[in-house]
């Protein structure tokens, strides 16, 4: 693609690197095969291609962004597909979140969007808050009805019925691995997953200390950045990565690491970004450190040697997070992971599309979500699964709002066929003894 930049403009190294992606764009069109809002809506400018039109028209121009593009831009899913199918390398996460970046900083959106939008970056980041949030829409449901945006609807939906309490294993401390040590690993605890299901965490820990790791969770770190990042909340977002960046590097410079595990996809995408979004910064060193040590939990699992289970008389159906085989690359390990330990593995048709939660999308974009979550819900409930098996909390939480099958976590399944307990959510398949409280419902 021809651009036609200043010299005065490409000395901000953002344009710098827009212009690089936009000059690799090809307009070969093959993204629009495999985005998920161009299929739900048809609409040319809901494909990566047509955003690319429009954020190369904003930024070259330098205007400030008028209502149309910013509608085409929000509607972006931030799935990432179009990258697994573009022959060009077209790095589309850079160019469309700087496109948002700018937009924040210059467009004056509606007095409810800002202020939606402020609420979001106040309250899920931060997990004491979040809950208290949960509670309130708990509080709230029954007066959905009441509500005059579908957006505040969305909202009152999210509360699962049940609310875990705190897990004191979330808090800053390190776990003894089970016999000889070894690997040491720093575990993202996160945000909103310690407030939607502390299992997750619990059975992470559970699992890599049963197979020799010292598990680490660093003083100081929280939030990885994503949710603001990804609203084009820049300050947001490099403070909260900041902060994770010292408190890793703090780790990595005192009794070493060997890795950096995160168990939600989202976040793990973001955290492998670092390098990049501090390269102009004086943490760019220690970001590019951070970036180098980030793993998903999955990729830690396949170095550590799973034990290789028996039949476990049980068929899962994987469901691959965007943010994991588009964000990542990583598309098979936990199904190989899955196998091992003796689940039969089904996957949907069409794994590759989004179940329509990217982070705040759901609560911001309602209608297409839903859309997406039908489609997503129907493919997986095809496949006669005992249980569904995802990689990201949002996911999880998207679709287990729209089936009776439970839905776990990769690992609380590999930790329960190695030894630990049973998980809570596949509670509601009537095991004998059991409280029936799906927790994701």
């Known amino acids: 693609m021809q651009t036609h930049f200043t010299e005065k403009q490409l000395e901000n190294p953002a344009t710098q690197r827009a212009n690089e992606i936009l000059r690799s764009c090809v307009h070969c069109g093959f993204c629009t095969a495999t985005c998920p809002t161009y ?5 040319e400018l809901d494909s990566p291609r047509g955003r690319i039109y429009l954020i190369k028209d904003m930024l070259e121009n330098e205007r400030v962004p008028d209502e149309k593009t910013v509608k085409h831009i929000d509607r972006c899913l931030s799935c990432l597909a179009c990258m697994t199918t573009c022959p060009s390398g077209v790095h589309y996460m850079h160019l469309v979140d700087h496109a948002r970046e700018y937009i924040e900083s210059t467009y004056k959106r509606p007095f409810t969007d800002r202020a939606l939008r402020w609420v979001l970056a106040q309250i899920l980041p931060h997990p004491m808050r979040f809950r208290w949030a949960l509670l309130g829409a708990k509080l709230g449901r029954p007066f959905r009805f009441l509500m005059p945006d ?78 603001t990042h990804h609203m084009g909340k820049a300050r947001d977002s490099h403070r909260a990565a900041a902060a994770n960046i010292r408190a890793w590097t703090s780790e990595m410079d005192g009794q070493e690491l060997d890795a950096i595990v995160i ?7 973001t955290v492998k970004d670092y390098g990049h979004m501090f390269r102009n910064d004086p943490l760019a060193e220690d970001a590019a450190r951070v970036s180098g040590l980030a793993m998903d939990v999955s990729e830690l699992l396949v170095q550590l040697d799973l034990p290789e289970g028996a039949d476990q008389g049980m068929t899962v159906a994987y469901h691959a997070a965007c943010s994991l085989q588009h964000g990542q690359k990583i598309k098979t390990y936990p199904k190989d992971l899955l196998k091992r330990a003796g689940f039969a593995v089904v996957e949907p048709a069409d794994s590759h599309l989004c179940c329509g939660s990217a982070g705040t999308y759901n609560l911001m974009q309602p209608e297409i ?39 776990l976590h990769t690992v609380e399944l590999l930790d329960w066929a190695t030894g630990g307990p049973e998980p809570r959510a596949m509670r509601s398949m009537g095991t004998p003894g059991s409280e029936a409280v799906p927790i994701l419902r």
């Not at 909103?192 to 020799?212: E, M, P, S, V």
């Not at 496949?383 to 999880?396: E, F, L, Q």
């Open 150 to 227: 579908a957006r505040l609807r969305a909202m009152l939906d999210m509360a699962p019925k049940h609310i875990p309490p705190v897990s004191r294993n979330d808090d800053p401390q390190s776990f003894a691995p089970e016999g000889a040590r070894r690997k040491r690993v720093a575990l993202m605890t996160g945000c909103a997953q310690k407030a939607l299901n502390t299992d997750i965490n619990d059975a992470t820990i559970r699992l890599l200390t049963r197979l020799g790791c010292e598990v680490v969770v660093a003083e100081g770190a929280g939030c990885c950045g994503a949710l």
């Open 263 to 269: 168990n939600t996809s989202g976040c793990g995408t």
């Open 39 to 43: 299929q739900v809506l048809g609409d």
């Open 369 to 407: 979500s839903q859309q997406l979550k039908q489609r997503k819900v129907r493919t997986l409930e095809a496949k006669s699964p005992d249980v569904i098996a995802a990689g990201n909390i949002g996911c999880m939480m998207q679709i287990g709002s729209g089936t009776d099958i439970p839905i």
